[in-house]
């Protein structure tokens, strides 16, 4: 046994199932960069295959560590001026009880958010500022990030950062944390820019060294 208390078997399998779960993911993600008036079949087919990954779940080998603080760093990236926004990284895997700190940053001149929809409630950082351009309106933003949430209640935005004289170029900063108690995978994504690709996949492990408050809902691996 090793020192984490991880046998090389147990690794091997928890690596070789994250790889697999990931895979399927790529499989359907193409779907998403589809037009805003998809179809409700091609609505419905996704939402099966979101729910055929979310049962995956519990088919991944149980960790059992204590909850830690995932400190996050998320960069916009259009490689190339590709057209084909993107956060980089578009997977992260934390394990069940973990708190996730993210610091999303973009040097972009349009409006970006995060976004994910948690049992908790929808946790939103708005990465936007005056000037800037609303990518689905071709509007500009009149004034500075709002709409920032935490377990789906309104919350302040942090939002910092400038742009070059004419907005040819903005450095944005926001930060926020939250905490995962039920294993799954969950969707984050940009309001602005997701059908161009800009969304990505939080893997949730089921933990048996999470335990679960009293009063709490959250479900707990055995």
């Known amino acids: 046994m ?8 147990a690794s091997t399998a928890l690596a070789v199932a994250i790889v697999a779960l ?6 359907f993600a193409v779907p998403l960069i589809s037009p805003y008036n998809a179809s409700s079949d091609q ?15 519990s088919s991944l080998p149980i960790v059992d560590q204590p909850p830690t603080t995932r400190i ?28 996730v700190h993210v610091t999303f940053e973009d040097n972009d001149t349009d409006g970006h958010t995060f976004e994910i929809l948690l049992p908790t409630g929808l946790f939103v950082l708005n990465n936007s500022l005056a000037g800037e351009t ?16 935490i377990n789906g209640q309104g919350v302040p935005c942090n939002t910092t950062g400038s742009c ?13 944390s939250f905490t995962v108690t039920v294993p799954g995978v969950y969707r ?24 679960a408050p009293a009063n709490s809902t ?4 055995t």
């Open 2 to 9: 090793s020192k984490s208390g991880w046998s090389v078997s």
């Open 22 to 27: 990931i895979v399927a993911l790529a499989t």
């Open 43 to 57: 609505v419905n087919s996704l939402q099966g295959q979101v729910s055929q990954l979310q049962q995956q779940i």
């Open 72 to 99: 996050i760093l998320l960069d916009w990236q259009n490689t190339g001026n590709s057209g084909q926004d993107r956060f980089n990284p578009n997977v992260i895997t934390i394990n069940q009880g973990d708190t």
């Open 134 to 149: 609303n990518h689905l309106t071709l509007a500009t933003f009149a004034g500075n990030a709002t709409g920032c949430m």
């Open 164 to 176: 070059t004289v004419g907005i040819t170029a903005c450095n944005v900063t926001s930060s926020g």
């Open 188 to 211: 984050y994504f940009c309001i602005y820019h997701q059908a161009l690709g800009m969304f990505g996949f939080l893997i949730v492990l089921p933990n048996r060294g999470y335990v």
């Open 218 to 221: 959250a479900t707990t691996s």
